[in-house]
């Protein structure tokens, strides 16, 4: 008996010991590679006071870089080192030069991107479901030589339907098609869609964050970036997945995005992000078209000069963190308005003060979010965040015909942007996202319209809608604001 009780007391003391090794070797990897003081100081606390819970905990939620994405694309572009300099020939005699007032909005975006503004581009916006995947279905049915598409959400449902036989169409016509998706956004997606759209055709691969052997818990990033392209000269990107939802047939009703049709140099901008993402998930690089001449959008009175920037960004930068970055510039460079649209209201303490401080300068900053949530935990985390907005005149507006999940920046009169990236830490940190950025009058303005029509349908959220729900919801919302780095 007492043989027994020693032997199960050493099994239990090596499981213990090792679980301390592995807890030090997690605080140390905390310790070097946390971004923030109070992020390292949580997890070492978490590590050496619950080491059997933190520490598989702190290696799939933990990291906040995405290996081996940056040395693959480089890896691509020295496989086909005339690929860069063939693009940016092709581009140059587009390039934007910016002016003073251009350059104050959204210079430093090309900086932080390594990308160029591009002039003569069309940019229109699609304003839900329906005329936006008319308009994908028109583009996809356009190609003449190759699609390029890509989702962070497909569902093998009608509208996945409609997508599977359209593809299958196109590749039937002789027109190459590369499908990427987002394995953990689609996860209930059978492979009888998959392998319908191989034996099809369509070259489809999944993202696969996991690739490589360091990488086995790289399962907390996402890449939700969105877009059809066709030829390398016209497509689409925005908010909407591949899903009946997306058409308003959910258990939420009417669903709010938005997507823009691109046409123009920045298409060809855009293709460059999905070769990247292509070449992670399937390491070839297809051919594409990167020498055709870009054609020129605008009239020749230049009103529609369309100025654009796509802006990728993801877990790969480092120490800079791009999507922070570019919600952060936004908000400081607005003088007059900052209006933002989001599904998912869960900013860190940096986005929170840069939104008191700019509507402590006199602008009008709004903030529209979702009154019914598809997500409970940032629909509760939203709640925390009231206070904070309303002590210093921060509107926070929610939508209330349906779901909003549209992505939508407008900065005064003169930037404006429509992408995949919420204004939470998953898109700031975690997500690999992007975003068309323009500087254009008209299509400010089409954008002013478009929130202005929304907001007619928001009702302010004032701070009592938090304090008067009862203990319990309060509870959650502070509970769900614990789990903000993550969401």
């Known amino acids: 008996m007492f043989e027994q009780l020693g032997e199960k007391l050493t099994i239990g003391g ?6 301390e090794v592995l807890a030090l070797i ?17 997890w070492v606390m978490s590590l050496l006071a619950f080491p059997f819970l933190a520490v598989p905990a702190y290696w799939v939620f933990g990291r906040r870089e995405f290996n081996g994405y940056g040395e693959r694309r480089k890896e691509a572009l020295q496989k086909k080192e005339d690929l860069l300099e063939t693009l940016i020939s092709t581009l140059e005699p587009h390039y934007a030069k910016l002016d003073d007032k251009q350059e104050w909005y959204g210079g430093v ?11 003569g581009n069309e940019i229109s916006l699609l304003k839900d479901g329906h005329a936006t995947f008319d308009e994908i279905f028109r583009i996809i049915d356009s190609a003449e030589d190759y699609l390029l598409v890509q989702f962070f959400i497909l569902k093998a449902d009608q509208l996945g339907e409609r997508l599977r036989l359209a593809l299958i169409n196109r590749a039937k016509a002789g027109v190459r098609i590369y499908l990427l998706y987002d394995e ?6 059978p492979k009888t869609y998959i392998n319908s759209l191989r034996e099809g055709g369509v070259a489809v691969r999944a993202f696969h964050s996991t690739q490589g052997r360091s990488n086995r818990f790289q399962i907390n990033f996402r890449n939700h970036r969105k877009m059809v392209l066709a030829d390398g000269v016209v497509g689409t990107c925005g908010g909407h997945n591949v899903g009946n939802e997306y058409l308003g047939v959910s258990r939420i009703g009417n669903w ?3 997507t823009v049709r691109i046409s123009g140099p920045a298409a060809m901008s855009l293709q460059m992000v999905f070769l ?8 070839e690089i297809p051919d594409f078209n990167w020498t055709q001449p870009v054609s020129n959008c605008c009239k020749e009175d230049g009103s529609d000069d369309m100025t654009v920037l796509v802006l990728p960004f993801g877990p790969v930068e480092h120490i800079v963190e791009g999507g922070t970055l570019y919600f952060l510039n936004a908000i400081s460079r607005a003088k007059e308005r900052i209006w933002i649209a989001s599904p998912y209201f869960v900013p860190d303490h940096c986005i929170v003060s840069a939104l008191q401080l700019a509507s402590l300068r006199g602008v009008d900053v709004r903030i529209m979010i979702p009154s019914v949530p598809d997500k409970w935990t940032p629909y509760l985390a939203s709640f925390s965040f009231l206070e904070e907005m309303e002590v210093t005149g921060v509107r926070v507006l929610r939508y209330g015909d349906g779901f909003m999940h549209q992505k939508a920046v407008l900065v005064d009169h003169d930037m404006a942007s429509v992408g995949t990236a919420n204004l939470d830490n998953r898109s700031m940190r975690l997500n ?8 254009n009058r008209k299509f400010c303005d089409d954008v002013e319209a478009m929130f202005l029509a929304d907001f007619e349908q928001c009702k302010h959220a004032p701070l009592n809608e938090y304090r008067s729900q009862p203990w ?8 769900a604001r614990l789990a903000a780095p993550v969401l």
């Open 14 to 19: 090596i499981l213990l010991i090792g679980a």
């Open 26 to 42: 997690s605080v140390a990897n905390a310790l070097m590679s946390t971004r923030s003081a109070t992020g390292a100081w949580g």
């Open 109 to 119: 975006l090309s900086k932080l991107s390594e990308r160029r503004y591009t002039r």
């Open 184 to 189: 953990i956004g689609s996860y209930g997606l």
């Open 256 to 258: 709010r995005d938005t």
């Open 276 to 283: 990247e993402d292509w070449y992670w998930a399937a390491r």
């Open 432 to 439: 690999f996202e992007v975003n068309i950025v323009v500087m």
């Open 472 to 479: 319990w919801f309060r509870i959650g919302v502070k509970l």
